[in-house]
């Protein structure tokens, strides 16, 4: 495989190169087109229904296809809907139980955390909730790369977005706000009242970037998520830094659990056993009781509340951004970059009334999203505007998924692969609260740059990982990937039609590029498969026999998987 790979990795660094001024690899995005066709509710055949689990869900699989194919878009996705995921914190705390037995100092890890989520994004059946936490995660935004992130912790908060992926945006909001983990990330937790004598004043990090990450933005918006503009023509700022230091107000006196809270347990002392997971409770004493005007709403000064924290959220969830920002924010993680403004703007219509009345209904949001016809027209893949980067670590999913890989341990042992020379992105990892991405990151000295079009995932895109991805492909693919190959694939069902390139090609079309490979890429795969020669039978070559189509196989999905069609989701 080294002349393929040197081959597909000179493939791979063109998309990296489009960030120093060669935007060939990412001729997708250019003007965008609206599509108003009508969407049916049956996908007209497999690789429809590929193209919609490959937004959806983590990757798709035969069996989903199928599903998918028999029961239609709509049935499918009420029983996602109703699907239930299995607990990140039962499964870590189960792990630390099994450790001890041989370890009584054993302690949990950001590895424990790891394993839960690729068994879950891998072998969930609640596909489209796994793949809500992991849209979630990037939006509201906590880090495992924060020592003051623990691991239990940071499985429960991932089992809270789980929970309220389609439940409310509000419940969500106040879940998000109350997490202890949230508290020790943005520092809110223990956050203090304002004291003019010593000059304290309550932190503002958590009311900073709940404003400007999770539900408002910068600058205010029209329901389809342009600009909105004054009349000079200038953006018009949300909010202004009264509004946080007012509202940061609001988020003082909350810390940790306790079932007897007391001075001692508000500073973190004689904490139970289940601070890290359970909401932050309100602590009276701590909580600024002065007059607090926020985005146009006043509270006024009085006895310390917890209803100040109410007010706040509905203020907040009140705003007319949410809608375009919500929407916006979820389209690119899992549909397209660069969504239109009708797009945009037909999800910012169900998030503010889902039909009965309710706003903040993200199962409807999802729905709206998922069966737009902007996100179900199969034609607008190879009009310019649309598409997004696969995020490395559904692309490794992807794989697990489609070639039914599966664990030898049965504890998916893959470690971190944040390491820019790995896949340069973990699970629940960001380098910070801005996400691995900004969603409105444009990279410069582009095509993409000159017609002011986003790429997010392509922040994160330079040589260094475009080759580190080519190397961990290779070895994931080859042998395995996890702590001794623990994850690894026979391939089966590709072993099995290994013999007819065509036929093997066919399959890497519709489990990863969904019926839209190119002539050119399908031509060189064939090619370099019918390159490795599958030997006549004879009394004793059986094994070479074997070999020739294992190998077969392995190279059509590797170049496959480090093509630039396969690289950009469209």
């Known amino acids: 495989m080294k002349t393929l790979r040197a081959c597909a990795l000179s493939a791979l660094l063109l998309v990296g190169l489009t960030s120093c001024g060669d935007g060939g690899a990412f001729a997708i995005f250019g003007d965008t087109r609206e599509s108003t066709t009508p969407v049916e509710n049956n996908p007209e055949n497999a690789a429809a229904a590929a193209r919609f689990l490959t937004q959806a869900t983590f990757g798709p699989t035969d069996n989903d296809i199928k599903t998918v194919t028999a029961k239609g878009y709509d049935a499918w996705l009420d029983g996602e809907f109703n699907a239930v995921s299995s607990s990140h914190l039962a499964y870590v705390d189960n792990r630390l139980a099994q450790m001890l037995l041989t370890n009584p100092s054993a302690s949990l890890s950001a590895n424990q955390f790891y394993e839960s989520y690729w068994l879950y994004a891998s072998t969930g059946r609640a596909q489209l909730r796994e793949r809500m936490k992991l849209a979630l995660s990037e939006i509201f935004v906590i880090s495992l790369v924060d020592s003051a992130v623990d691991t239990r912790g940071a499985a429960s908060y991932y089992d809270m977005l789980g929970t309220n992926a389609f439940g409310n945006y509000r419940t969500l909001l106040e879940q998000v706000a109350l997490h202890p983990m949230m508290g020790r990330y943005l520092t809110h937790l223990a956050n203090q009242k304002e004291d003019t004598a010593s000059g304290r004043k309550p932190d503002e990090n958590f009311a900073r970037e709940v404003l400007q990450l999770m539900s408002i933005g910068t600058y205010q918006l029209n329901a389809d998520g342009t600009l909105r503009r004054d009349g000079a023509g200038a953006t ?28 001692t347990t508000f500073f973190g002392g004689s904490r139970n056993v289940d601070a890290y997971v359970r909401p932050m409770i309100f602590y009276a004493n701590y909580h600024s009781v002065t007059a607090k005007t926020f985005l146009g709403t006043t509270i ?271």
Request: net charge positive; charged share 15%.
């Open 236 to 263: 018009i700022p949300t909010y202004t830094s009264d509004d946080i230091s007012n509202l940061a107000k609001v988020f003082t006196g909350y810390s940790y659990y306790s079932p007897t809270p007391t001075n």
């Open 300 to 570: 006024p000064a009085g006895a310390a509340s917890a209803n100040d924290l109410t007010t706040a959220l509905d203020t907040i969830f009140n705003h007319p951004n949410v809608p375009p920002f919500m929407c916006q924010r979820l389209i690119q993680r899992l549909v397209t970059s660069n969504p239109t403004p009708a797009y945009v703007g037909r999800c910012s219509a169900v998030f503010s009334n889902n039909g009965a009345g309710v706003r903040g209904d993200l199962r409807a949001v999802t729905k709206a999203i998922l069966m737009d016809p902007e996100a179900r027209n199969a034609s607008l893949a190879s009009t310019p505007g649309y598409g997004k980067v696969r995020e490395p670590i559904i692309r490794l999913t992807n794989w697990i998924r489609a070639f039914g890989a599966t664990s030898v341990s049965g504890g998916y042992l893959i470690t971190s692969t944040s390491a820019n020379t790995s896949l340069g992105q973990s699970p629940l990892t960001s380098p910070s609260v801005f996400n691995f991405y900004r969603p409105g990151y444009i990279p410069p000295n582009t095509r993409l740059g000159a017609q002011s079009l986003t790429a997010p995932e392509f922040q994160i895109v330079d040589e260094v990982t475009v080759a580190g991805y080519a190397n961990t492909m290779q070895t994931a693919i080859g042998t395995g990937i996890g702590s001794g190959s623990d994850v690894r694939s026979a391939y089966v069902n590709e072993v099995a039609i290994a013999a007819d390139a065509n036929t093997l090609v066919d399959r890497m079309d519709r489990m990863l590029l969904y019926g839209q490979m190119s002539p050119a890429l399908r031509s060189r795969i064939i090619e370099s498969v019918n390159s490795i020669v599958i030997p006549a039978p004879t009394a004793n070559n059986a094994a070479t026999i074997a070999t020739a189509k294992l190998n077969r196989a392995k190279l059509a999905i590797y170049m496959t998987m480090v093509s630039p069609e396969y690289l950009v989701q469209r």
